[in-house]
């Protein structure tokens, strides 16, 4: 039985997340809701077939946490493209949804998580005049700690047993989502 590697740290995991959305920008000028999750053997990469609406992003989330559960999942990071809206200084946040908002950002971004905390990293999206992807800049995200939402809390809140894993694995098995759909590299330059 070859050894366990060391499951990779979440400032790992983060890291090789942004270097996925660059790639992925750089190539197609998008990032598909992405699910990377670090376990004893690897890094695993889950991208669903599609999110056309409310109901199949809750599914991906909770595929996502079936993931987490049953390949006892240190460390996960969830990679989203989004719109963001942000309070002037000093002023309420108008509550116009993000994708009507006149003052709308573009972002990826980055939601990790490791046992018992979360940490995020936004991206801001600079595009070219032609809306083509030039790059990310810089966004200080250190005070955005209070992230909710169905891509939140992925993990377990107790590390699940052996039946536990096995009935979460059957699950995803059943669902369609095997190991071997659960890509272990991916590009990340």
């Keep these: 039985m070859p050894p366990k590697r060391a499951p990779l740290p979440l400032d790992d995991l983060l890291a090789r997340a942004e270097a996925y959305a660059n790639f992925l920008m750089r190539k197609n000028g998008q990032v598909p809701p992405t699910l990377l999750a670090a376990t004893p053997k690897g890094v695993l990469c889950y991208v669903p077939n599609n999110l056309s609406d409310v109901r199949a992003k809750t599914d991906f989330a909770n595929t996502s946490r079936l993931i987490c559960a049953a390949y006892s999942v240190t460390a996960v990071v969830m990679a989203l493209e989004s ?9 309420p946040l108008d509550d ?3 994708s009507e908002a006149f003052d709308r950002r573009e972002f990826v971004v980055l ?4 046992a018992g905390q979360k ?5 801001p999206i600079i595009r070219t005049d032609a809306g083509g992807f030039f790059g990310f800049g810089e966004f200080d995200s250190g005070s955005f700690t209070g ?6 809390g992925l993990l ?9 894993r096995a009935l979460a694995k059957a699950m995803l098995e059943v669902m369609g989502v095997a190991v071997a759909a659960l890509g272990r590299e991916f590009p990340s330059n």
């Design 83 to 91: 719109w963001v809206t942000m309070a002037k200084p000093g002023e």
């Design 119 to 123: 940490r995020q990293k936004l991206l």
């Design 147 to 152: 992230f909710q939402g169905r891509f939140t």
């Design 96 to 98: 116009t949804p993000p």
């Design 156 to 164: 377990p809140p107790k590390v699940p047993n052996a039946e536990q």
């Design 111 to 114: 939601m990790g998580e490791p």
